[in-house]
């Protein structure tokens, strides 16, 4: 079955600390897609990354990074030197391949709060 | 120029009545979908149109019906409103695989139901 567990609630840090939000998903498909999305306190979702399966590479945004590893099913996401704007509850999320359908199944959220 | 929009942003209706969401984009994609969050945040899918067709339907009860007049169109029906469909519904678009798949959301419209 399909899942997506974040299993940490709500996380505190103080600006410019490194802050990591875990992410382990569940899936039998061996063509899968995983997403971070940002939902700031104004309330849209703001998409951050897509990963495909079959790319295992890192990836580095600015002050965001990324740690893709199959061999345990995870998918963190860093923010180096955390800022007051970024606040915010972030999804994990996957879709499969083989539903072809593009659904989203989200994990149940990280809240993040960046105190100056 | 916005992507996904959806209106209204807020919507106060009282119990029974009937009311809709709508949902347009601008991308291009060839899927649409709506998805709920309820007061804990959790976000789940209810439905999806692929080209105006129905492709998924995720056990909602059938007082919300979607209808989708065109691919870049996907409105939400919901008919005699309960309070527990007080939420946030999200419309959202995007390819299909092997197309990108990340899916662009509309800035959600706050149901409360009283």
């Known amino acids: 079955a399909q899942k997506v567990t974040q299993a940490q609630t709500e996380i505190s840090v103080v600006e410019k600390e490194d802050v990591t939000l875990d992410c382990v998903y569940e899936?039998?498909?061996?063509?899968?897609?995983l997403f971070w999305y940002k939902q700031p306190p104004s309330g849209e979702l703001v998409f951050l990354i897509r990963?495909?399966?079959?790319?295992?590479q890192n990836e580095i945004s600015g002050r965001y990074s990324w740690n893709f590893q199959k061999s345990t099913s995870s998918f963190n996401f860093t923010i180096t030197a955390s800022q007051v704007v970024d606040s915010a509850v972030y999804f994990c999320?996957?879709?499969?391949?083989?539903?072809?359908?593009?659904?989203?199944?989200f994990g149940q959220g990280t809240t993040l709060q960046v105190k100056p | 120029d916005t992507a996904v929009s959806q209106t209204p942003k807020y919507l106060v209706t009282q119990m029974g009545n009937d009311k809709s969401i709508k949902c347009e984009q601008n991308?291009?994609?060839?899927?649409m979908y709506w998805y709920k969050q309820d007061s804990k945040k959790f976000l789940k899918i209810m439905f999806s149109?692929?080209?105006?067709?129905?492709?998924i339907n995720e056990t909602v009860p059938n007082r919300f019906s979607p209808k989708s007049p065109d691919k870049a169109h996907l409105n939400l029906h919901i008919n005699s409103l309960e309070l527990g469909d007080s939420a946030v519904y999200f419309c959202?678009?995007?390819?299909?695989?092997?197309?990108?798949?990340?899916?662009?959301f509309g800035q959600g419209t706050r149901l409360t139901v009283v």
């Open positions: 959202a678009s995007s390819q299909v695989p092997p197309g990108n798949t990340e899916a662009f």
């Open positions: 899936t039998r498909d061996t063509t899968y897609y």
């Open positions: 990963r495909n399966s079959f790319d295992e």
């Open positions: 999320a996957l879709s499969e391949g083989s539903s072809n359908t593009g659904k989203l199944i």
């Open positions: 991308l291009g994609h060839d899927t």
């Open positions: 149109y692929n080209n105006k067709e129905l492709i």
